[in-house]
């Protein structure tokens, strides 16, 4: 237990300086090409301890990067970035300042220097239900949904697993992430998400190739309908 605690708290300060160490620099030119495949969440290889460094990029511009540990992601920093795929370099906007690294795609990985080697898919990860259909198909991505305060953001996966992020600025700016499985059945339309010893049922009331709603169908938000753009 103290070997693992020791090898959290380096893993922490890795993290922190991470953006300032090797592989960047504080050059800032060019215009770049934000959500050019690159938007969407991505992980890191775990290490001995099941500890993983987790990236997400927003098409609008937006960062966090973090690491999950024992079933929770904690976020270490996050800001503005800038993404030039012709020049293959990732740009981090921190309070220390801009910050350059060299990154590019390659066959599904990201690789960014100085922070490591990312994909799509999260350490661990089983096969779950998934997708049964076209529907299942049209459902995998990542969908945000916006209110006055923060927003809601849903990223499912074609294996059947997903996270759900909540941002609220009047709950102190907080950025909540859970990590599900689920399951679709297309001809009721339902989405079935099991989330640790819960379930949460949410109907498929509109589905296009950018736009997803879903109606609660849980107690205390029964028949609240939440509406998404595909990020």
């Known amino acids: 237990m103290k070997a693992k605690t020791m090898h959290l708290a380096t893993l922490l300060m890795a993290l922190a300086m991470a953006l300032a160490t090797a592989g960047c620099s504080s050059d800032d030119d060019g215009d770049g090409d934000n959500g050019k495949g690159i938007t969407g969440t991505w992980y890191g290889e775990a290490d001995e ?19 999950h540990y024992e079933g929770q992601t ?17 740009t981090f906007y921190t309070d220390n300042g801009a910050y350059d690294c060299y990154a590019w795609l390659d066959g599904g ?29 049209l459902i995998c991505g990542t969908w945000r949904h916006t209110f006055s305060t923060g927003y809601i953001q849903i990223e ?28 679709i059945d297309s001809e009721t339309r339902l989405i079935t998400i099991y989330i640790g010893d819960e379930t949460e ?22 028949g609240d309908t939440m509406a998404m753009t595909r990020q």
């Not at 904690?74 to 990732?90: H, P």
């Not at 709950?171 to 599900?180: L, P, V």
């Not at 049922?201 to 029964?222: A, F, M, Q, S």
Request: with cysteine; aromatic share 14%; glycine share 14%.
């Open 109 to 137: 990985r990201f690789e960014i220097e100085g922070l490591g080697t990312f994909s799509r898919k999260r350490p661990g990860q089983g096969q779950g239900d998934g997708q049964d259909d076209g529907l299942g198909s």
């Open 49 to 67: 301890y099941g500890i993983y460094m987790v990236l997400r990029l927003t098409a609008d511009g937006q960062y966090e990067v973090g690491y």
């Open 74 to 90: 904690t976020t270490i920093e996050e800001g503005v970035y800038r993404y030039d795929s012709d020049g293959e370099t990732i």
């Open 201 to 222: 049922r949410y109907e498929v009331t509109e589905i296009t190739k950018n736009r997803l709603c879903l109606r609660d169908l849980n107690d205390g938000d029964y």
């Open 156 to 183: 499912f996966e074609p294996d059947g697993h997903g996270s759900w992020t909540e941002y609220d600025r009047a709950d102190g700016s907080r950025h909540d992430t859970e990590y599900f499985s689920y399951a």
